[in-house]
């Protein structure tokens, strides 16, 4: 009988050998295909198994962090101060994943990321439980809580950056959305919120300041005479053609003023008047004799045309190409096809006021880990010398003189020079125009430079980047100052 | 030339004297004791692990778990050791170990309940604890294997009323998860097919021994197999029938499979004929189909081994979620009470070795099942070596029983078969299951031990024997 055995005994062996087979394929060939079906909780479960890391401003306030439910997904994650913080925290969702910092840096506060290497490493031998790292953005929360404020609900936004480093210290859109509402444990309830948030007709969950772009209007006269200054042709007193009407070449159609206004005395003005009483037709003179490849490449060195990560990419501003003369006209005063985001805008303000360096906008000034040992801290990055020092500076004295004595008096601070320039930007036909206001100050050593923008005015009819959107950038800068005067 | 002649014969005649006086084999006990510290050690740091894991600190009844656990396993060795000496040493240590880690992972698995408040380990301890009693009763009271030959037609009843009786009760005393395969009375359950199977592998092995000459000689040929007579296939029907009958009425998928294939392996063993395998082949894959037509459930497991994850909610939901917990552990595992083997329905059970393939890998399951294959190897091994027929075929078909239970239900839920409900011999939470299979490795034992034991030494011959002088 031993035959028969030695033979069942293989048979034996190979029903072992198919399971030893079946068990490499399952956990390890196919393991990848089964992890990522749709419906393993698993995967969802692990991300919420530990403690994610927080996300905190600069003062060390926490706006978002995870605390200890006792449902079957342990952390639950919750935005403190939701509304202002949205458009910078994202949210985290087990329906729709996660966005903006959560999801930009969520290496980090998921604890996987390689920087906490050694920290896995002991964490596998002693079998605890890994932790998300902090990060710890560059928002000033006063600063951020005034600007939200100061939108009061009105579609919009404010970014203010520290012009030395590129640092964003508030960057608020509005109307914005609880991501609380989206980060719970509830399916049906997210998906409701979800639902709800999608067909509003305010759009509360764009982002207003980076991933929307906007005509930049009259703010947009600060790259021409940035392009006219840097052509070495002009400088702030030079005399410019302003005439009270400006035909468009080969077309019935013609450039008037705000409210159809002179400008000087209706035939010539000089370039720092011009830019003070915001003089369309002295600036759409300017933009003809430029020339578009010259406003072109002055708009792209201030970052037109490709967009920034800050780390979330922003929208793209663009200056269209291929224009004809009544195009350039036009694009010389930031219509036409000219668009811009507020981020954009807050740049150009910034790169003025650091001499003409333009730094590389950030949010992110540092990520911790969860044994408080600092991982990486930003360093701040200069893009390109955009203008001269010199251009700066006489573009500098002209802001000034906005907030002086021209379109944006409503900007002047108590006992600080403030350098500005207002925007009133047409759209559409019938609505009232977007309100822009660009700013820094002090203009001597700028601390902040804060861009606004208020869609169609708030719906105000008669707004003007002055009545409108001055008045926003000036609280956020009195603030910024009486912080660090 | 000449010289070497002498040497030659020296070295013969040294050799015969070998084989006439063999030296004793040794009992290879010490082994087994060294061999099983060893299985409680790795038990005991498998639970110091959970603890520190789930709790951040080593469990403060680790050590009183690990002497009561050592005590249970020493008196088993103990037992051993007075009634089976020569059995084989690694047979005892690999069950405790897998009973061990079973015991750990149920105790593991009790931790991730969401209310706390009843301990299955606990349960599961008390279980093994009456099962290393079964375990001793059996050495004890089977002195020698071959008396149970004695019992043949007597294990043939128990076992099937055993086996028929929850298919008889009504669904209410039997019906646990849509399979009628246990007894339910007074808050107590057992599943009677644990223990029937082990009676009906001492009664085919007992029917065999009597009937193999008929059943290997009496043929005629066709196309070229020799195929039995038709009255010897009566037995054979019979056990289909009993398979398919489990199959239909107890919807006990994993037990027919499990019965039919011991029985046809022992008439294979018994017989010699492949033609019997082929024979049991068709008449399973004739009934199978059949059956697959006949009755939704059948189908419905069909179905599900198929394409699982057309109904990943409902009917697919257990084996998707235990092929997700394998594929979340990985190589390595995520470490015992890192993972959520608490996702798998009956994880305790059915489902234990998705427990195991999540949290400690694709390593720790393959480990696992190669302790198996050394407890199956090592079954044979002790029917290949005992000397009587009844011994090596009740050795095959317990050591079969053993293989093909583990390959059904690791195969089911690692869907290379359908999957069928049924235990994980010495893992899954079951008293039944623990009970029969230490009674099953206590068996195996006890021929092993007659199989290594050396020959009593040859009475001397009457006439031999100097005339004695009885005064009265």
Not at chain 1, 107 to 121: E, N
Not at chain 1, 376 to 383: E, G, I, R, S, Y
Not at chain 2, 163 to 190: C, D, H, M, Q, T
């Amino acid at each position: 009988m031993n035959k028969p055995i030695r033979r069942v005994a293989i048979a034996c062996l190979v029903l072992f050998v198919a399971l030893l087979v079946n068990a490499n394929v399952v956990q390890f060939a196919d393991a990848k295909n089964y992890r990522d079906k749709p419906g393993n909780v698993r995967t969802l479960y692990a991300q919420y198994d530990h403690k994610r890391g927080d996300i905190v401003t600069s003062t060390g306030s926490v706006v978002a962090s995870s605390v200890q439910t006792d449902d079957a997904l342990k952390y639950l994650r919750t935005y403190a101060d939701a509304l202002p913080y949205a458009p910078i925290t994202g949210f985290y969702s087990i329906v729709y994943g996660a966005t903006n910092i959560e999801q930009e840096e969520n290496s980090i506060l998921a604890g996987t990321d390689d920087r906490l290497f050694a920290r896995q490493l002991t964490n596998l031998i002693t079998g605890r439980t890994p932790q998300g790292g902090s990060v710890i953005l560059t928002i000033d929360p006063t600063l951020q809580k005034i600007a939200y404020d100061q939108l009061a609900g009105r579609k919009g936004a404010v970014v203010a950056v520290d012009p030395s480093t590129g640092a964003i210290l508030a960057l608020v859109t509005s109307p914005s959305y609880d991501p609380n509402l989206l980060s719970s444990h509830d399916e049906a309830a997210i998906k409701s919120e979800w639902a709800k948030l999608t067909t509003d007709p305010n759009n509360p969950m764009l982002d207003r300041a980076l991933d929307q772009t906007y005509p930049p209007g009259s703010t947009f006269k600060l790259v021409t005479a940035a392009a006219a200054l840097t052509s070495g042709q002009y400088n702030p007193q030079s005399t410019i053609p302003a005439p009270t009407v400006l035909p468009y070449p080969n077309s019935t159609k013609s450039l008037k003023n705000f409210a159809g206004e002179t400008c000087g005395d209706g035939k010539t003005t000089t370039l720092i008047d011009a830019l003070t009483i915001s003089c369309n037709t002295a600036f759409g003179k300017l933009g003809e004799t430029l020339g578009q490849d010259a406003l072109r490449k002055q708009a792209e060195a201030f970052g037109f045309n490709s967009p920034f990560n800050v780390p979330m990419k922003s929208a793209t501003s663009v200056f269209p190409s291929n224009l004809d003369d009544a195009e350039t006209i036009q694009s010389a005063i930031g219509q036409f096809d000219v668009r811009s985001t507020p981020l954009q805008m807050a740049m150009i303000g910034a790169c003025i006021a650091n001499g003409g360096t333009l730094m590389k906008p950030y949010i992110v000034k540092q990520l911790v880990g969860p044994n408080l040992a600092i991982i990486d801290t930003t360093k701040p990055t200069v893009v390109r010398q955009a203008i001269s020092a010199q251009v700066a500076a006489q573009l500098t004295q002209m802001m000034e003189s906005v907030v002086d004595h021209g379109t944006g008096t409503t900007a002047q601070l108590p006992g600080v020079k403030v350098a500005g320039k207002t925007g009133t930007a047409e759209n559409a036909v019938g609505k009232p125009p977007h309100a822009w206001f660009v700013s820094f100050a002090p203009a001597t050593q700028p601390k902040i430079a804060v861009a606004v923008v208020v869609e169609n005015g708030g719906g105000v009819n008669d707004a003007t980047g002055a009545k409108v959107a001055a008045p926003i950038a000036k609280a956020v800068m009195a603030q910024a100052l009486k912080e660090q005067p | 030339m000449t010289a070497a002649t002498p040497s030659a014969s020296t070295t013969t005649a040294t050799g015969l004297v070998r084989a006439m006086k063999p030296r004793r084999p040794r009992t290879r006990r010490g082994v087994e004791l060294a061999m099983l510290v060893f299985a409680v050690l790795i038990a005991l740091a498998a639970y110091a692990d959970v603890g520190l894991t789930r709790k951040h600190h080593v469990p403060p009844d680790t050590l009183t778990y690990g002497l009561g656990l050592g005590a249970l396993l020493l008196v088993a060795h103990l037992a051993v050791r007075r009634f089976a000496s020569y059995a084989d040493p690694l047979l005892l240590p690999c069950c405790a170990l897998l009973n061990g880690i079973g015991l750990v992972l149920i105790h593991r698995l009790d931790l991730a309940a969401p209310k706390a408040d009843r301990s299955d380990a606990t349960l599961q301890l008390a279980w093994s604890a009456i099962g290393i009693v079964a375990f001793i009763a059996v050495l004890v009271v089977v002195r020698d294997h071959r008396r149970l030959q004695r019992y043949t037609y007597t294990a043939m009843l128990v076992g099937l009323v055993l086996l028929a009786i929850p298919s008889i009760l009504p669904a209410r005393f039997s019906e646990v998860n849509g399979a009628r395969n246990w007894i339910k009375f007074a808050g107590f359950s057992i599943q009677p097919g644990e223990f029937g199977k082990i009676l009906l592998v001492i009664f085919v092995a007992g029917f065999l021994v009597a009937k193999r000459d008929a059943l290997a000689l009496a043929s005629h040929r066709f196309l070229g197999v020799d195929l039995p007579r038709g009255r010897d296939l009566g037995p054979v029907l019979l056990a289909w029938l009993v398979s398919i009958g489990l199959l239909v009425r107890g919807r006990d998928l994993g037990m027919s499979l499990l019965f039919f294939g011991f029985f046809i392996v022992m008439l294979y063993i018994a017989t010699e004929r492949l033609s019997w395998l082929l024979i049991g082949l068709l008449l399973f894959c004739g009934g199978t189909f059949v059956a697959y037509h006949l009755f939704a459930h059948v189908r419905e497991r069909f179905e599900i081994w198929l394409h699982p994850f057309s109904d990943p909610q409902h009917s697919g939901y257990q084996l998707i979620q235990g092929l997700f917990g394998f594929s979340s552990g990985g190589m390595l595992g995520t470490g015992l009470g890192n993972g959520r083997p608490d996702l798998v329905p009956f994880a305790k059970s059915d489902f234990i070795v998705a427990a195991i393939g999540e949290e400690l890998g694709l390593t720790g399951l393959m480990a696992i099942l190669l302790v198996y294959v050394i407890i199956v190897t090592r079954g044979l091994r002790a029917s290949l070596s005992v000397r009587d027929s009844f011994g090596k075929l009740l050795a095959a078909g317990l050591s079969v029983c053993l293989a093909v239970q583990v390959f059904v239900v690791v195969g089911g839920v690692m869907r290379l078969i359908p999957l069928t409900g049924i235990t994980t011999p010495f893992l899954s939470y079951g008293g039944s299951s623990l009970v029969s299979n230490w009674a099953l490795i206590a068996l195996l034992l006890r021929i092993s031990d007659s199989a290594r034991r050396p020959a009593p030494p040859p009475t001397p011959r009457a006439d031999d024997a100097m005339t004695q002088v009885i005064s009265r």
